[in-house]
Each structure stands twice: as C-alpha cells, then as structure tokens.
C-alpha cells in the first residue's frame, strides 16, 4: 500500500543548530503539506505546495523555516537555526489536490526535540 | 477564515458503547469538505471519513458515521460499538474546495474502558 515517506523519525538537535526533515509523497499526489503539532494541540499548518509551487506559508516562521518541493516531488523542510519552542511533532501530508474527498495521508512523522 | 472547534478535551466510554465527539465549523464558503482523523500514541495521523457540503447524505464507513447538521454547521463523529483499540485522539478537520488547505480543531482524547 503507498504511503508518505518521512525521515529521520526521531531528532534531538541543540538550539542554533540547524536540522532539515524530508518527505516523499505518494506517487501522483500533487499537493503536498507540512503540518506542526505541539504536543496536545491539532496540526497547523506551516506550508503547502501544489506541484512545485507553494500556495499557501503564510503561518511559516521564513526567518527561521524554509520548504522546498524542487521536482514536484519529494520535499525538505528546514530549520535554521532550530530554537527550544521548535520541539515538536513534524507531519507531512499528501493529497490528490483535486476533487471533492480528496482526503489528505499523512506520514509518520518526526517527533523533534530542541535541547 | 476557517475554522474548526471541538469542545470535548477528553471522553471516557466504556468499552462496545457507542460514543459521539462533536464538531463546529464555521466559514463563509458554500463548498467545503470536512474530514474526521484519528492519532493513536505511536502519532500516524489516519484518515477515517469524509463529509462533503453538498453531500445530502450523511457519511458512513464501518463504524464510523458523519452526523452533519449544516445549518448549525456541525459534523459529530459517531463510532459505534467501541473497541478498546479506537483509544487516541480525533481530530476534526475542514478544507475549502479549490484551495485545499486542511484546517484542523484541537482534538479529543478518546479513552475506552473495559
């Protein structure tokens, strides 16, 4: 069965430093969304490319955070540098992005600890 | 703006109830689906059952059901006859037609008792 693919699963890094996630959609899905969750709060959305092109980041820290989606396909995010309120839950999402019903699968996540 | 409230931090049913976690909605748009997800511990966020705006009926998927009220702008997730594996969170969600930008509410913290 597809599936959203995201690495590393886990990351503890040290505030300043920098760290990058990274996230393959399922095959065909052209859009594709980067959600954070804070543990015990709903997902929020930080970014959402349809295809190449970024839609929607108006809830994305750009002095910190960047998103890149190059071919499409696959995608990275990054923090630089990382700051102890980034520890989080990092989900990446994919989706048809069209349609009606065109729900949205997520990834496993990468659960981000900032010491 | 979107936006999704769910007023129910925390429910305890015991096990082969039926349970029903609420859900508002508010937006200005006439074309809108409404999604319901569950996160268990391990975090995997999984999809359950969609609701379209349009859609008369109301959604069902196994023991899953969409009781979508329109008018008062309300979308319950009902789960029938509960397992105790259907303890997690549950998240209700909305997206507008055309921008496809997922909205999601706080969630509620299911927990089913033996």
């Known amino acids: 069965e597809a599936e959203v693919a995201q690495s590393p699963r886990y990351k503890i890094t040290e505030k300043s430093q920098a760290v990058a996630f990274w996230c393959d959609p399922i095959?065909?899905?052209?859009?594709l969304y980067w959600y954070r969750q804070i543990l015990g709060q709903g997902p929020e959305l930080l970014v959402q490319?349809?295809?190449?092109?970024?839609?929607?980041d108006s809830q994305l820290p750009k002095d910190r955070f960047s998103a890149e989606r190059l071919k499409g396909v696959d995608s990275t995010l990054k923090i630089q540098p990382a700051e102890l309120g980034d520890s989080a839950m990092y989900l990446c999402?994919?989706?048809?992005?069209?349609?009606?019903?065109?729900?949205?699968?997520f990834g496993q996540g990468t659960r981000l600890t900032v010491v | 703006a979107q936006k999704i409230t769910q007023t129910q931090p925390g429910m305890f049913v015991q096990e082969k109830e039926a349970v029903t976690l609420d859900c508002t909605y508010d937006?200005?748009?006439?074309?809108?689906?409404l999604f319901w997800y569950k996160q268990p511990s391990s975090g995997e966020m999984i999809f359950l059952i969609y609701?379209?705006?349009?859609?008369?009926q109301n959604a069902t998927e196994g023991r899953y059901s969409l009781n979508f009220q329109k008018a008062r702008k309300s979308a319950n997730l009902v789960i029938s006859a509960s397992q105790l594996g259907d303890s997690a969170m549950y998240f209700c969600?909305?997206?507008?037609?055309?921008?496809?930008?997922?909205?999601f509410g706080q969630g509620t913290r299911l927990t089913i008792n033996p």
């Open positions: 937006t200005s748009d006439q074309s809108y689906g």
């Open positions: 490319f349809q295809d190449e092109s970024v839609v929607d």
């Open positions: 095959s065909g899905h052209a859009t």
């Open positions: 999402a994919s989706s048809l992005g069209r349609g009606r019903g065109t729900e949205a699968f």
């Open positions: 609701q379209g705006s349009y859609d008369e």
């Open positions: 969600a909305m997206s507008i037609q055309g921008a496809q930008k997922l909205v």
